[in-house]
Nanobody, 125 residues
Framework: QVTVVESGGGSVQAGGSLTLSCTIS????????MGWFRQAPEKEREGVAA???????KFADSVKGRFTISKDVAKNTLYLELRNLKPEDTGMYYC???????????????????WGQGTQVTVSS
């Protein structure tokens, strides 16, 4: 059974930083693409950052230069470092894994078969 558990969310002021963690068990960590999505209140969930099995990365335009995605294979953990946070970054952040997503693909939730419950990020102005 695959489990996906996010942590690290919190409340920060604009300009602050957070690091989100996502621990995934039950699958071959290196054999899956992994990504972060977020959902703001009353908005659709959107892709934020992802890394495929070739360790190529993709970022939403709104977070380029501010967010970094990385992983520690030994710990089965995916990270998302959020810097220079803005109020519009507020939302529930979800970690997800995909067996076939590639960096050149579009953000399609259906390509990610395993999801966590999310961790809340709130940025105040």
């Amino acid at each position: 059974q695959v489990t996906v558990v996010e942590s690290g969310g919190g409340s920060v002021q604009a300009g602050g930083s957070l690091t989100l963690s996502c621990t995934i068990s039950g699958l071959s960590f290196d054999g899956y693409a992994m990504g972060w999505f977020r959902q703001a209140p009353e908005k659709e969930r959107e892709g934020v950052a992802a890394m495929d099995t070739a360790v190529s990365t993709k970022f939403a335009d709104s977070v380029k230069g501010r967010f970094t995605i990385s992983k520690d294979v030994a710990k089965n953990t995916l990270y998302l470092e959020l810097r220079n946070l803005k109020p519009e970054d507020t939302g529930m952040y979800y970690c997800a894994a995909s067996w076939n997503w590639r960096c050149g693909d579009t953000w399609e939730e259906r390509d990610f078969g395993f999801w966590g419950q999310g961790t809340q990020v709130t940025v105040s102005s």
